[in-house]
């Protein structure tokens, strides 16, 4: 994991085994694939290990340096992760892409529960933010990676209400203005889907716009080739 200084270049936070990858043959990347998703919450960096398909803990201290690592939840339940976020009570939500669900993890014990599958239109899931404003703080935006077998819902970014409003944003929320949302859940969002649409590398809420961003299908197309 790597750290950026405001206005200096990129460092290394920490390096361990735990958060390596293993080139698995059933991951489509043509490299091993270690920490993906990240959260931070109350000195503390949660990290999603796709390949070792376990959540890390990693305490942040007084310096600003990295702890040593400690598995929060780790389960076949959770293979192959990818993008995480965090509730307000400090759950942690967590994107497991090759079998299309998000799950919830209790920080305290570890237990996992499914809250959403390919069923809700889940297509392997990457990229996850929580609603900011009141309408939808309590359902997280999903973007579909849609690079499995044929026959699932495709790229687009699916609505789903969770119950519990997301972690609160260290920073205001910028009047974004672009398509309107509706509410529902969960739903794919109108006019995400489709060729050349944005699949899955980020998505953020800023006010009360969805923003995704992330390969278009041909990009990846020829990336794997």
Do not use: C
């Amino acid at each position: 994991i790597w750290k950026i200084p405001p206005g200096g270049a990129p460092e290394q936070w920490i390096q361990h085994e735990m958060l390596t990858g293993l080139g698995l043959p059933d991951v489509p990347m043509p490299f091993p694939v270690g920490a993906n998703g990240l959260a931070y919450v109350d000195n503390t960096i949660y990290a999603a290990v796709t390949e070792k398909a376990h959540v890390l803990r990693i305490p942040v201290g007084a310096d600003g340096s990295a702890g040593e690592p400690e598995v929060v939840a780790g389960d076949e339940e959770l293979a192959v992760l990818d993008g995480i976020a965090l509730d307000e009570n400090g759950d942690i939500y967590a994107l497991v892409i090759s079998q299309s669900k998000l799950v919830r993890i209790d920080a305290d014990d570890g237990s996992i529960t499914t809250l959403a599958t390919a069923e809700e239109g889940l297509d392997f899931p990457a990229s996850l933010a929580f609603g900011t404003q009141p309408v939808d703080n309590q359902a997280v935006y999903v973007t579909n990676f849609a690079i499995g077998p044929p026959g699932g819902a495709g790229p687009g970014v699916v609505k789903v209400d969770v119950g519990v409003p997301g972690l609160p944003l260290p920073y205001g929320t910028p009047p974004v203005a672009a398509a309107a949302v509706e509410e529902a859940a969960p739903e794919v969002v109108p006019e995400t889907g489709g060729a050349g649409i944005p699949l899955s590398a980020a998505v953020i809420v800023l006010g009360g716009a969805v923003v995704a961003g992330g390969l278009s299908v041909e990009l990846l197309r020829r990336q794997t080739r």
